[in-house]
Nanobody
Framework: VHLAESGGGLVQPGGSLRLSCAAS????????VGWFRQAPEKEREFVVG????????PYVDSVKGRFTISRDNAKNLVYLQMNSLKPEDTAVYYC?????????????????WGQGTQVTVSS
């Protein structure tokens, strides 16, 4: 499975972005997708995950009420809608996939990773 993120960029505080994660390759299997982010000099952080059936994990506390994950299986796309962005949301955002329905939160539990997309929130 090959993953590719898009939609990052520079946005002012309070603004919105929608990230997309496009999957290609062996996408017919059941796989879950997680969004992670990594800020400079910080560990990679799990933000939220979604199963193929659309079951969503709890969001990391810092983004609750502001971010929304969704997926379109027909298009092999997973989205992360980010609203009310804050400077502390600045990071490289990665999508990752793993086989099976379990939505796990550790980076090492994921088999496939995109290259990441930079999100910068600054005035």
């Amino acid at each position: 499975v090959h993953l590719a993120e898009s939609g990052g960029g520079l946005v002012q505080p309070g603004g919105s972005l929608r990230l997309s994660c496009a999957a290609s390759g062996r996408t017919g299997s059941s796989y879950t997708v997680g969004w992670f982010r990594q800020a400079p000099e910080k560990e990679r952080e799990f933000v939220v995950g979604i199963s193929r059936r659309g079951i969503v994990t709890p969001y990391v506390d810092s983004v609750k009420g502001r971010f929304t994950i969704s997926r379109d299986n027909a298009k092999n796309l997973v989205y992360l809608q980010m609203n009310s962005l804050k400077p502390e949301d600045t990071a490289v955002y990665y999508c990752a996939a793993r086989e099976g329905p379990a939505i796990l939160t550790r980076p090492r539990d994921y088999d496939y990773w995109g290259q990441g997309t930079q999100v910068t929130v600054s005035s």
